[in-house]
């Protein structure tokens, strides 16, 4: 049976609250001595202070690793709850505390409330999938808050088998602003037509059938179809490389579905009477070294995403180069590329290379670094080695539309520049779809400079 998670895991314990300031000293209440299945939260809540509270008074918890055991001895504090102040009868009007009205339907004057809606359980790969990219969601809404931006998490376990109606049923739920999910297709009616019931914003994360799109305006679709990616990949090759000389190189993999893209740049190329060469992994070193020019930058391109052929390719232009030293040859991959950095980085930075994704982790990026780190500190557990990052996916989801929610109200559409944030892996860019919803078009090209650095070309 499904049922109402709040704060589904540790970290989600946190009460997110504006305006809470940190206390230099701690002023104690008293003692709490751990009994046998007591948790943080249980502990926090049965003295209604937040996690905040109960870590401030009790260091060791930030310690990396730290562990809640039975007969351990808390120090509980008094609550940093902010509390109206109390006004005497006999206090003068002047002398009475001001008060200030708050629209309670500005999301900008408020907490932000936000609902998950995703399969969070351990049963299967796509519940420790979401529950990654959840912890990330909730990484993001610690990281908001230190920016004094208040918000409130509520999270169902929105399973493939679920029914949402008591989900949906659950008064929690309507009060959301901002909802993230469903993860399966045969949700999205229903969840569609909650959040435009009740003027709820909803992002889609990842990929499933959304035809709603079309129609709800409320509806972010993330997730970007192959095709899409392909001809956005065409058009902004055609824009930054249009005088270069394109080498097309078969590679023989019968298994390739890079012909879409191959074929579809030729055309692209043979309408705007750009000159290209193809050649073959197989051809001999004379008839391989006539489809590169001499006077212009060359771009290779080759029709398959795996690593087998692209070290032969490899080879192949290595041999080529050290026979033609004044060669300019720049690569033109795939995303797949991003995962064989191990075995061709150095080719990749000798060959100027050029790799067209919707996300890119740096894992040598501080930022990558310090998420990396308290990930492991709050869960006591690695991220999943996938790529893109789940829980860094959530963290830029989170921090992207709840940044926005809070700068520019429920008017937030996500388009370019409507604020400053540097995605840790995953950047956004929403338009809209005739009358209907917002779908991501964010493109970026990751650089691999013969300077050894990388670069991202976002688009």
């Excluded at 970007?224 to 190189?249: E, G, M």
């Amino acid at each position: 049976m499904t049922r109402f998670l709040r704060y589904f895991l540790l970290f989600a314990a946190f009460s997110f609250t504006l305006g809470m300031m940190a206390q230099s000293e701690v002023n104690l209440r008293g003692l709490h001595k751990v009994k046998k299945k007591e948790t943080i939260f249980g502990i926090a809540k049965m003295y209604d202070l937040t996690l905040d509270d109960l870590m401030k008074a009790n260091p060791e918890m930030n310690q990396p690793g730290y562990e809640l055991k039975k007969g351990d001895v808390l120090k509980i504090p008094f609550s940093s709850k902010i509390i109206a102040p109390v006004v005497k009868e006999s206090s003068p009007i002047s002398e009475r505390p001001k008060t200030q009205t708050v629209d309670v339907d500005d999301v900008r004057q408020r907490e932000i409330r936000v609902g998950v809606m995703l399969p969070l359980h351990n049963i299967n790969g796509d519940g420790k999938r979401m529950v990654e990219y959840y912890r990330g969601i909730l990484m993001a809404c610690d990281s908001l808050k230190k920016q004094g931006v208040s918000v409130d998490v509520h999270a169902w376990n929105a399973a493939e088998d679920a029914d949402l109606t008591p989900i949906l049923q659950d008064k929690a739920a309507s009060k959301c602003d901002i909802i993230f999910g469903p993860l399966y297709s045969k949700q999205m009616q229903q969840l569609s037509d909650f959040v435009l019931q009740h003027n709820i914003r909803l992002v889609i994360p990842f990929s499933i059938s959304a035809p709603q799109l079309l129609t709800n305006r409320n509806i972010f679709q993330i997730w970007q179809s192959p095709t899409n990616i392909n001809d956005a990949t065409i058009v902004h090759y055609l824009d930054r490389f249009k005088d270069y000389h394109p080498v097309f190189i078969d590679c023989n993999d019968s298994t390739s579905k890079k012909g879409i893209f191959t074929f579809g740049l030729r055309r692209q190329l043979e309408g705007r009477g750009i000159e290209y060469s193809v050649t073959n992994l197989k051809s001999g070193e004379e008839n391989f070294s006539k489809a590169f020019s001499r006077t212009k930058k060359n771009m290779v391109i080759l029709n398959s995403g795996r690593s087998p052929e692209l070290g032969v390719a490899f080879a192949k232009i290595n041999g080529l180069k050290f026979n033609n030293p004044t060669l300019e040859i720049t690569m033109f991959g795939y995303t797949e590329w991003l995962m064989y950095t191990r075995t061709h980085l150095e080719n990749f930075y000798k060959y100027d290379t050029y790799i067209p994704s919707t996300f890119y982790y740096n894992a040598l990026s501080s930022q990558t670094e310090r998420l990396e780190q308290k990930y492991r500190w709050n869960f006591h557990s690695d991220m999943q080695q996938a790529l893109p990052r789940f829980a860094l996916t959530g963290f830029d989801h989170a921090f992207f539309f709840l940044k926005g929610l809070h700068k520019y109200g429920k008017t937030f559409n996500g388009a370019a520049g409507m604020f400053g944030y540097a995605p840790v892996q995953t950047p956004l860019v929403f338009e809209r779809m005739g009358n209907g919803g917002l779908q991501n078009h964010s493109l970026l090209f990751v650089h691999y400079t013969p300077e050894h650095r990388i670069e991202t070309v976002k688009f």
